[in-house]
């Protein structure tokens, strides 16, 4: 800009479709300056209408800013007036090829081949890694299909890099978000959803995201009985039976009785931890309210916990055996 306010009063060539002023629009391209690039361009079409360079700039300028059907129309429009034209050619090819790719990755994902949609959102980003735009919503479309095959490692980090190019994706702070709750980083699912929602504030589904992940974070500080017993959520009575005398079996104080004293104890409160977990989960109205998110001194009536006051470990383990 500094050379550009220069060079504008001595040369003839600064006013119109001039090469300064395209030079201009040009470095606008260049700082990420879409919107200024674009109204430069239209004032400078407005003269000469047939410029094919100006309608490949702003071509550029739009598609960089996110509008890819008018700068579709452009490089055509530009193409029209000069078929020879070739930034215009090169332009329009790796247009529609990442836009191919696109398109494909995204019909895979409705068909749930999440394997051919990745495939083909990888082969998207390797058109243009100067659009920050189009490949912001391309690596925040694979975080999705990656999402999808419980790839949430991988998915965090291309919601990262989605963010990194466009710090306004709503869709990248929400998948990251519940990418978070999956790995249980319950504060940073917090942070995003809660970032997510003031984004979008009219959003109903935003708001409830937030709420589910504040409700993870509070359950999250409290014992975790299914990691006690090793089961899922979603483990029927059977599974909780299992897993609860597969846990005792291990722990069981008999078996520990030649060890430290420091692993006796530690065995000694796992296996005292399992037996609260199983009660609480072997119960149907007790492990909805758990589930609830309810804290543990609330479901049990201010008895100290699930199992500190109405059921002995040992006799739990006993009637098993």
């Not at 550029?60 to 020879?84: C, I, M, N, S």
């Not at 009660?279 to 049990?300: C, F, M, N, T, W």
């Amino acid at each position: 800009q500094y050379y550009f306010d220069r060079i504008q009063p001595v040369c003839p060539d600064a006013e119109g479709g001039g090469e300064v002023f395209q030079v201009r629009v040009e470095l606008l391209i260049g700082k990420g300056q879409y919107d200024d690039a674009t109204t430069i361009s239209w004032a400078m079409l407005s003269k000469d209408r047939q410029n094919p360079d100006l309608l490949f700039l702003r071509g550029k300028a739009l598609l960089y800013g996110g509008q890819v059907d008018t700068a579709l129309k452009h490089f055509q429009e530009a193409l029209r007036v000069d078929p020879d034209h070739q930034r215009a050619r090169d332009g329009l090819k790796t247009l529609k090829g990442m836009e191919r790719a696109k398109t494909a990755g995204n019909e895979a994902f409705k068909a749930g081949k999440c394997d051919e949609a990745i495939e083909q959102y990888t082969e998207c980003l390797g058109f243009d890694a100067r659009n920050k735009m189009y490949n912001s919503t391309v690596y925040c479309n694979r975080a999705a299909a990656k999402m999808r095959k419980r790839d949430y490692e991988s998915a965090i980090e291309d919601c990262n890099e989605s963010l990194r190019l466009n710090d306004a994706n709503i869709k990248a702070f929400t998948r990251r978000g519940e990418c978070y709750i999956q790995t249980e980083e319950f504060e940073s699912a917090v942070q995003d959803l809660q970032k997510a929602a003031e984004m979008d504030p009219e959003s109903r589904e935003a708001q409830q995201r937030l709420r589910n992940a504040k409700l993870e974070l509070k359950k999250s500080k409290r014992k975790n009985y299914y990691k006690i017993l090793e089961v899922a959520k979603d483990a029927d009575e059977n599974d909780i039976k299992k897993a609860y005398k597969r846990a005792a079996l291990k722990y069981h104080p008999d078996k520990w009785a030649n060890n430290t004293e420091k692993e006796k104890e530690g065995a000694e409160k796992a296996f005292k931890d399992i037996g609260e977990a199983y009660s609480v989960l072997s119960d149907p109205q007790k492990k909805r309210r758990y589930d609830a998110g309810q804290d543990i001194e609330e479901i049990e009536g201010g008895g100290g916990g699930f199992g500190h006051g109405d059921i002995d470990p040992n006799e739990l383990f006993a009637a098993f055996m």
